[in-house]
């Protein structure tokens, strides 16, 4: 019975190993036709990623593999039947194993007689008969369908890879904006009216941005902010601080008031306030004379500021009158109106500040969604060339740009983008703009602008600050030679421009970026 049973234990051996390569070859078949079945599916409803869907084929194919093998598992009996059939034992093997456990002469004849012919046997033919062709077929030609769609482009799977990349990158805008409405809400100022819309268009900013159907859409909405931004902004404020300044001439011309002239010419807006309030509560103890010096002064300097700031101008000429008048008491009242006009403005430019900043943190949440979306439209296959779409909103970052010129025949305007706001230009042909207020003028044929039209040997005027008389203070034009009499050189004006436009860069109202372009600027104009 050893022989028979090392024959049978062998022969199982060769048939479990048969069985096993058969049913591996339909577990790869089956893995290979369910992914091309999911290959052919992501063509009309994509996933991505569909690795998981994949890996979910292969163990697909892994059950059917090991569950196949596991039923075609041959007992011994059955083993000792095939061998019988396949190697033409004439159910020798079987019948031992049938009559393993009986006991008797002729069972121990028959158990002799099939240990001999086990002896004997060639185990080569009792293998299963054929091999797993048609699976092999199968698997190797599903597998290649699946290799070449794998390489093959995907337009659909492409398209969901584009739209959740731009919407990962309208995510992560809205977000950008959501941490500016969080810095204005934690503003000193944010009780304020003006502040709370600054708050109130961030968070529309961000709700429109994050529900935008495309990455233009959401741009477009970054721009309507901006826009909303700034018409909350003050337009005539950079003319009320020149005013102020031009206001703050006459006062340094006196002792009593040199400080609140300094302040305003400098244009300290929140120091000029404070300077006022103190001249204010200093004017009872001036004597007669100094009076009536300080009224001709205030006068002058209400004169100077009429045309751009009338609020001030307004409580500068009362004052004066006041004190012509000698009632001290309505002196102190107009000069704590002129302290106010000038807090209020400290305001607006603190207000002014912080919605540039907020501009030109939307400016760049825009650029960096466009270049985003740019880069998956790319990397999808889809082309495009980077820069487009970004028509919308350039040029509008608040805080940059380059000095207006305006060029042409006869009279005409132009603009000009200064380090605060936008501005006229108003002349024949050449004019530089101010990068101090964003105001300029400029008179004269040709054209030039920035830095080239200082160091051209063409002169440049500006607007001049206006005396009581009417007259601008500076070396006015002259109308003979074509100048108008109310301009004058820009040089006489240059050191204001230059306090004031270092006063906003100070403040880092001005991106990082563009800080050392406006100190070259005024550099290259006083050069």
């Known amino acids: 019975m050893e022989k028979v049973d090392r024959l049978l234990n062998r022969a199982r051996g060769v048939l479990v190993g048969d069985r096993a390569l058969t049913w591996a070859v339909r577990g790869l078949a089956v893995a290979a036709v369910a992914a091309f079945a999911i290959e052919v599916l992501i063509r009309f409803a994509p996933l991505d990623p569909v690795r998981p869907e994949l890996i ?46 009986a006991e008797g002469a002729l069972v121990w004849r028959q158990r002799v007689d099939a240990g001999a012919w086990a002896g004997e046997a060639d185990l080569a033919a009792v293998r299963d008969p054929g091999w797993p062709v048609r699976s092999a077929a199968l698997a190797l030609a599903a597998g290649a369908a699946v290799l070449v769609l794998a390489l093959a482009s995907n337009p659909a799977l492409q398209s969901l890879r584009v739209q959740r990349a731009t919407q990962a990158a309208q995510d992560q805008a809205a977000a950008q904006v ?28 961000q709700q429109a941005v994050k529900s935008a159907p495309d990455p233009q859409s959401a741009v477009a909405a970054l721009s309507q902010a901006q826009s909303d931004i700034r018409a909350l902004q003050d337009p005539n404020l950079a003319k009320k601080s020149q005013s102020a300044a031009a206001a703050g001439q ?4 006196n002792a009593a008031s040199a400080k609140a002239g300094q302040a305003l010419t400098s244009g300290d807006s929140q120091a000029a306030a404070s300077e006022l309030s103190k001249l204010a509560s200093g004017v009872p103890q001036l004597s007669k004379a100094d009076q009536q010096k300080l009224a001709d002064n205030l006068a002058q300097a209400a004169a100077a500021s009429a045309s751009g700031n009338p609020k001030l101008s307004q409580a500068l000429q009362n004052a004066s009158d006041a004190l012509r008048r000698g009632d001290t008491a309505a002196a102190q009242q107009a000069l704590q109106q002129a302290a106010q006009a000038e807090q209020d403005q400290a305001a607006s430019e603190n207000f002014n500040g912080d919605s540039n900043q907020a501009i030109n943190s939307l400016q760049q949440t825009k650029s960096q969604l466009e270049q985003q979306a740019q880069a998956a439209q790319q990397g999808a296959g889809q082309g495009q060339q980077s820069g487009q779409g970004q028509q919308a909103g350039q040029g509008q970052q608040a805080g940059q740009g380059q000095p207006g010129a305006g060029q042409g025949q006869g009279q005409g305007q132009g603009q000009g983008q200064g380090a605060q706001g936008q501005g006229q230009v108003t002349g024949q042909g050449s004019g530089s703009g101010n990068g101090g207020s964003g105001s300029g003028t400029g008179q004269g044929n040709g054209s030039g602008s920035g830095s080239q039209g200082a160091k051209s040997t063409e002169k440049v005027y500006v607007p001049g600050t206006s005396t009581g008389s009417g007259t601008p203070q500076g070396n006015a034009g002259d109308p003979s030679r074509g100048t108008d009499s109310q301009l004058v050189p820009y040089s006489d004006y240059l050191a ?20 050392q372009l406006v100190r070259d600027y005024f550099q290259n104009l006083a050069s």
């Open 496 to 515: 204001q421009y230059t306090a004031t436009a270092q006063s906003e860069v100070d403040r880092e109202l001005i991106p990082a970026d563009d800080q």
């Open 56 to 101: 979910g084929c292969a163990v697909l194919g892994l059950v059917i593999a090991a569950g196949g093998w596991v039923r075609a598992w041959p007992s011994r009996l059955e083993v000792a039947r095939l061998a019988d059939r396949r190697l033409g034992g004439r159910e020798r093997l079987s019948t031992a194993v049938e009559f393993a456990t």
């Open 250 to 253: 006459p006062l340094q011309a």
């Open 178 to 205: 959501g941490q500016l409405v969080k810095q204005s809400e934690k503003s000193p100022t944010a009780s304020d009216p003006q502040h709370q819309a600054l708050i109130k268009d961030l968070k529309n900013a």
